[in-house]
């Protein structure tokens, strides 16, 4: 449907679609360093595609493949440039334009620098094909460097970081721009309704995925992040998942005995009083968006939630910052439970220490960063995080009987910690 041929002879980039309507975009070997050449020579541009420019694209020569699992697919060019493709791009506009656009406007820059994008332009609408940003050397996402700091017994300083940080993204999103005037909106009580309903939904999807669903034989390998998300990204080998096999009887008892206890933390949202406030928000933070790299820290991966349906007209729905707040807070949290399964359980008490600790101070750095910060006061609404952490666990736990059911343990001894045993008689059943 749409082909560019990079170079006489060279590699090219496709956009198909399918019977049914579903886009699939591909790429020549080469592709990524014959893009960033027609980028940086200002190549004629072949409609339908577009190219955007935040900042002109330099030469670099020579690529290399990101190997950490990953949702999308990222090619290093010349060690310079990184090059992400996104493989099953979606009929409507892509929210990293005008996020990472907003962003560089409001001076952030606790990101990779971004340079320029690729699109096809379909009925109107610009579908993302490729995003061009700056190469952070010695990177390394959270799903690493963030275990490996609890497994060496680094203490829980750079969960107070991670807090500072996701306050100055906050603070950032929130401060208008050309391209988002007036970030700040609020919310009233029917959203909150809505938001509700959208947590009770993912409480029942995850009871009935974990708990009632009968697996013949539970999917096995590696790499499976992909289609729903990309939670354990950057795992470097399957160490820290366990058989899948291995306490299926017993966490499915624990569902089904706890579901109740779970509704109804997600059912507090209906009785919290508007308003709330709302802003841009990353969508789908936790420790593997944070890189770590030579310089410092940098937040990358603004595709927004993938496991929420985002507004038809690609449009950056604004959000309540305690979804990303929530979602940091549950990924220490598993942190601490991969750290506890590469550790086989003999270091449990010293981490689930280490877990209450981090997540304190990620909250305190947050809101000390926030309160200090021009306009970042009043942005987080504590009253709503803890339903949107249980949200956000159902979620995972659906996303592991999905794509990864290896997975399911993190999120399962999360849950464990949130709602520890009220007494000790034997699980009752579901209602
Ligand atoms: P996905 O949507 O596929 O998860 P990300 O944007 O999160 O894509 O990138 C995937 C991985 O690629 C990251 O976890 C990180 O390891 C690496 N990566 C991404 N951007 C950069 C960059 N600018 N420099 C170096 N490595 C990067
Ligand atoms: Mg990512
Ligand atoms: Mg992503």
Redesign the pocket.
């Known amino acids: 449907m749409a082909r560019w041929l990079l170079a006489d002879h060279g590699p090219s980039i496709r956009l198909t679609s399918s019977a049914d309507g579903v886009l699939s975009a591909t790429h020549d070997a080469g592709a990524s360093e014959a893009l960033v050449a027609a980028l940086a020579a200002g190549d004629p541009v072949p409609a339908p595609f577009v190219v955007r420019t935040f900042s002109p694209v330099p030469s670099a020569r020579g690529e290399r493949a990101?190997t950490?699992d990953?949702?999308?697919?990222?090619v290093?060019v010349g060690e310079r440039l990184?090059v992400?493709w996104?493989p099953r791009p979606e009929r409507r506009a892509h929210p990293a334009p005008p996020v990472l656009a907003h962003l560089a406007a409001v001076g952030f820059t606790a990101t990779?620098r971004p340079f320029a994008t690729v699109s096809v332009l379909l009925s109107d609408v610009e579908v993302l094909l490729a995003l061009v940003?700056?190469?952070?050397?010695d990177?390394?996402?959270g799903?690493d460097w963030c275990v490996d700091a609890v497994l060496a017994g680094a203490g829980a300083d750079f969960a107070a970081d991670l807090g500072a940080l996701t306050a100055e993204l906050h603070t950032a999103f929130a401060t208008p721009s050309e391209v988002f005037p007036a970030p700040r909106r609020s919310a009233g009580t029917t959203a909150l309704i809505q938001w509700a309903d959208r947590a009770e939904a993912a409480v029942e999807e995850a009871v009935a995925l974990t708990a009632r669903a009968q697996r013949a034989s539970p999917p096995t390998g590696t790499g499976e992040?992909g289609a729903g998300g990309?939670l354990p990204?950057?795992a470097p080998n399957d160490g820290e998942y366990a058989d899948p096999a291995v306490g299926v009887a017993e966490d499915r008892a624990w569902l089904l005995a706890n579901a109740h206890r779970l509704r109804s933390a997600v059912a507090t949202l209906r009785t919290i009083a508007g308003p709330t406030p709302l802003l841009p928000i990353h969508g789908d933070l936790h420790v593997?968006?944070v890189?770590r790299?030579r310089e410092g820290y940098?937040i990358?991966?603004f595709?927004g939630n993938p496991t929420v349906p985002p507004s038809p007209d690609g449009s950056v729905p604004p959000e309540p910052a305690a979804r990303d707040v929530a979602q940091m807070l549950t990924s220490l949290d598993h942190v601490g439970r991969i750290a506890d399964r590469r550790t086989s359980g003999t270091r449990t008490a010293e981490i689930d220490a280490w877990i209450h600790d981090a997540r304190r101070r990620f909250l305190a750095a947050y809101r000390a960063t926030a309160a200090t910060a021009a306009g970042g006061g009043g942005l987080l609404d504590e009253r709503l995080l803890a339903a949107f952490e249980v949200e956000q666990e159902c979620r995972e736990l659906v996303y592991a009987a999905r794509l990864l059911p290896r997975w399911r343990y993190a999120p399962m001894g999360t849950l464990r910690r949130m709602f520890p045993a009220e007494d000790r008689t034997l699980p009752e059943g579901d209602s």
Request: proline residues 3%; glycine residues 6%; negative net charge.
């Open positions: 990101i950490v990953q949702t999308n697919e990222s290093v990184v992400k996104l990779a940003v700056e190469y952070l050397p990177a390394v996402d799903w992040a990309e990204a950057g593997g968006q890189l790299w940098a990358v991966d595709d």
